[in-house]
């Protein structure tokens, strides 16, 4: 086999083995007795909620936020999950937007609820929501000032969630 043929190959079996698909869906838990809320955020959130959409049917719902340019495709539909897009990785309005509509999507749950919560990569800055007395402009302006600094991801999402509403284990 031609090296390039070969390296092709490889990266394709690469992108298919971390790719939302079959593998994705074996993870997914059955349907509950009550209803299935799906929320999320990152950069595959989208492709994530148009997988478990196709999944479990029309009987879902939700919201998942995700980075400007990486929504819907032509053709995907995500049912009745909301795709927010927001910018990244300074949070934005789409991210206090999703924060918000995030938190509104589990308010009223019950025991036979079932919620899937899609997690992936720049997760920490598309989804905002200010802790009571701290100004959504504030927020921002700390987040550019971290990632000026040089801080690693960890130190800045350590910070992010000593601000947030939704972060650190608050939804």
């Known amino acids: 086999m031609e090296?390039?043929?070969?390296?092709?190959?490889?990266?394709?079996?690469?992108?298919?083995?971390?790719?939302?698909?079959?593998?994705f869906v074996r993870c997914l838990p059955p349907?509950?007795?009550?209803?299935?809320?799906?929320?999320?955020?990152?950069?595959?959130?989208a492709a994530m909620a148009v997988t478990v959409?196709?999944?479990?049917?029309?009987?879902?719902?939700?919201?998942?936020?995700?980075?400007?340019?990486h929504g819907l495709r032509s053709?995907?539909?995500?049912?009745?999950?909301?795709i927010i897009?927001?910018?990244?990785?300074?949070?934005d309005d789409g991210a206090l937007e999703a924060g918000r509509a995030v938190l509104q999507a589990v308010s009223g749950l019950t025991e036979s609820d079932l919620v899937l919560c899609l997690l992936s990569g720049g997760g920490s800055a598309l989804l905002e929501v200010p802790?009571?007395?701290?100004?959504?402009?504030?927020?921002?302006?700390?987040?550019?000032?971290?990632?000026a600094s040089g801080a690693a991801i960890g130190e800045v999402n350590c910070v992010r969630k000593h601000l947030s509403a939704i972060k650190g284990g608050r939804l």
């Open 85 to 91: 897009e927001a910018r990244h990785p300074i949070p």
């Open 3 to 23: 090296p390039r043929a070969f390296l092709l190959e490889l990266w394709n079996a690469a992108v298919g083995a971390v790719s939302v698909g079959d593998n």
């Open 131 to 147: 802790l009571p007395g701290i100004a959504f402009a504030d927020i921002q302006a700390i987040n550019r000032a971290l990632l």
């Open 53 to 69: 959409a196709r999944h479990y049917g029309p009987s879902i719902g939700g919201v998942v936020v995700t980075r400007q340019g």
């Open 75 to 82: 053709g995907e539909t995500s049912g009745a999950i909301r």
């Open 31 to 45: 349907p509950s007795s009550g209803r299935i809320v799906v929320v999320g955020a990152g950069k595959a959130a």
